[in-house]
T-cell receptor
Framework: EPEVTQTPSHQVTQMGQEVILRCVPI?????FYWYRQILGQKVEFLVS????????KSEIFDDQFSVERPDGSNFTLKIRSTKLEDSAMYFC????????????FGPGTRLTVL | SQQGEEDPQALSIQEGENATMNCSYK?????LQWYRQNSGRGLVHLIL?????REKHSGRLRVTLDTSKKSSSLLITASRAADTASYFC?????????????FGKGTLLTVNP
């Protein structure tokens, strides 16, 4: 069964450094998402992406964040200058359609900012 | 309460018993989804129920939706130790956002062998 994959599974970085989290969505899916989950808290929406542009973003997704689909398979989340509070599990998800469709999540990347 | 609030926060049962988890939400929705998360792992999609549906089954899972009360329940029958996980409901609002899911804090289910 096709699944969303994410790399790396765990990323440790120093505060102020740039990180890129990578995702490979399910191949026939057209909508892509990033969510994050700070330890012990809710899963929070960051951004959705369709047709090579951001379709929606939350207030968390400020200028320090960016997303890109550099080729036909990868979907990346970049954090330009990491802060301690960026430490969280980051989940990529994808769906065939946007509204009202099932979103399939990857296993997550645990980001630790020191 | 916030959109997608589950209760109880934690539930401990014996293997073979049924587990019921509830979710309440505030705004009108298109659908409600239930996910499972094993400790420190990814979110596994369990079931999606649309706003015009009242009940849905998938294997040992039964989900109900009451849009008049803005609530849903997830029933796991004949539970197994492997069902031990956190369970989250997630809603997508029928107005405003087209894409984002809003998650609750989840119910931590422990099934004791």
């Amino acid at each position: 069964e096709p699944e969303v994959t994410q790399t790396p599974s765990h990323q440790v970085t120093q505060m102020g450094q740039e990180v890129i989290l990578r995702c490979v969505p399910i191949s026939n899916h057209l909508y892509f998402y990033w969510y994050r989950q700070i330890l012990g808290q809710k899963v929070e929406f960051l951004v959705s992406f369709y047709n090579n542009e951001i379709s929606e973003k939350s207030e968390i997704f400020d200028d320090q964040f960016s997303v890109e689909r550099p080729d036909g398979s990868n979907f990346t989340l970049k954090i330009r200058s990491t802060k301690l509070e960026d430490s969280a599990m980051y989940f990529c998800a994808s769906s065939v359609r946007g509204r009202s469709d099932t979103q399939y999540f990857g296993p997550g990347t645990r980001l630790t900012v020191l | 309460s916030q959109q997608g609030e589950e209760d109880p926060q934690a539930l401990s049962i014996q293997e073979g018993e049924n587990a019921t988890m509830n979710c309440s939400y505030k705004t009108s929705i298109n659908n409600l989804q239930w996910y499972r998360q094993n400790s420190g792992r990814g979110l596994v999609h369990l079931i999606l129920i649309r706003s015009n549906e009242r009940e849905k089954h998938s294997g040992r899972l039964r989900v109900t939706l009451d849009t008049s009360k803005k609530s849903s329940s997830l029933l796991i029958t004949a539970s197994r130790a492997a069902d031990t996980a956190s369970y989250f409901c997630a809603t997508d609002a029928s107005r405003g956002s087209n894409y984002k899911l809003t998650f609750g804090k989840g119910t931590l289910l422990t099934v004791n062998p």
